[in-house]
């Protein structure tokens, strides 16, 4: 690397001082085993390392970062590997989502405070995407993308399953009688058997699907199942990448455009992506000062077809679908509706890198002209119940129910909902519309996945499988049924969802992109009046995150997170 080069090196500013503190940044990086020349001005390449026990979906990420670190290597790099908060969906209590603002900001101050010049971001579990991508969008250095890929389908007694939405399936079935404790404990090591993320277009294959389709990674990311040796190969590739686009001083900027999230949100209608994609990509179009809204997830989204044939909307697995083709494959088939123009980690377009991309089965990746289903996209909903904008997934929906008025059966809390569900006694059918309060940002806190409310025993008894649920909560990406979500403001900050009351007659028109709750002006004015606020956590993180994240239609990020502060080197610390 010539002089020139190396002085536009940050990490040069550690490692270049031929003095004390050069001293200092050297000889304690070298009790590793570091010879003298890998200081001299060669770039810097930070692995941004999400693995943890607790994620078991990240559990396999110190051996992904061995072939990061070749790649970098022969490239003529640095590599140094270092951790940051790692968010396991499973596990975290009350909800991973209360974490992800947490664990960007680890990540942001982690790359700015050390001699980093380029990023590579591990990323897998639902909320270790957003996280990593929000973090480092702050910085703006030159960052790549490396998802850690699906598991292998599940497989249980002959049968294909799917992470999640084979739980909420199997759940139901125990509830209504058709399967048995002992053959549900029995599905859960078939269901999960190899490393990876939820093998279903779930949040974590939707986010990967984000990375690639927003150009952040090199093309295949988000298929390419965990276990294959693609995988690795993929790695090593995005080791030697970064190395280059230091060199070319390739920032996020230059990739993470408002092309970029137009195409994001149109690749994630194609696919049937995670409702939870409008909040994380909300949250990282801000840290990154490009102007998105609510609003252009429908519009945007639209006109796509829903091409992928996965579940929790469709049949197939993660696994079916990198043999299908995988994301290039559906990027070809709707490339007429992409921005051109939208630079990718590779220095070249997204739709330059799919031109050619085949597709090996139509019966998982359909042609545009036979969709898998017509409607896809994000249905943004405006109404007197949710001023700011509530959404639903019309793919993953019951065609019969999208325009429904019923009688709301109100729960306050998540714990009242499961208290009263299965009481014979509450007044409830299939032709209600249940309500679910405090479950927001700031309710829960953190927005969690109870969206999604398991039907009343009684109604599911009947047979039936899907009824009308509004609440300012998010699901799982692996659920489905006709589910309002995000609803803003949110009933613990005194948005109209907090008025509703048992008995009070709601309308939903998903076609009309309408959500109305039937009552007078008056009488919602008084109940405002007789509204209290919930009480609010008095120290710590939950604190922090209560009195600054802002609403879902925003992306729930914290107010003085969005936008960034570059990556200039920080004052000397000794
Ligand atoms: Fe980690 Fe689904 S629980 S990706």
Known sequence: MSDEKKKGLRSQAWFGKQDRDGFMHRSWIKNQGYPDDMFDGRPVIGICNTWSELTPCNGHFRELAEFVKRGVYEAGGFPLEFP???????QLRPTAMLFRNLASMDVEESIRGNPIDGVVL??????TTPSLLMGAASCNL????LSGGPMLNGKFRGHDVGSGTGVW???EMVRAGQMTMDEFVASESCMHRSKGNCMTMGTASTMASMVEALGMSLPENAAIPAVDSRRYKLAQLTGRRIVEMVKQDLTMDKILTREAFENAIRVNAAIGGSTNAVVHLLAIAGRMGVPLKLEDFDRLGAEIPCLVNLQPSGKYLMEDFYYAGGLP???????GWLRPEALTVNGRTLVDNSREAPCYNREVITPRDEPFKPDAGIAVLKGNLAPNGAIIKPSAASPHLMQHRGRAVVFESIEEFHERINDPELDIDEHCVMVLKNCGPKGYPGMAEVGNMPLPL?????GITDMVRVSDARMSGTAYGTVVLHASPEAAAGGPLALVRTGDMIELDVAGRRLHLDVPEAELARRREQWQAPETPKRGWYKLYVDHVQQAHLGADLDFLVGGSGAAVPRESH
């Open 84 to 90: 940051v908060m790692s968010l396991g969906e499973t």
């Open 122 to 127: 591990l990323m897998g579990c639902d909320k």
């Open 142 to 145: 030159p960052t790549i993308g």
């Open 169 to 171: 399936m199997m759940s």
């Open 329 to 335: 494959a559906v990027i070809r088939e709707i490339q």
């Open 458 to 462: 009684k109604v599911l008894q009947k």
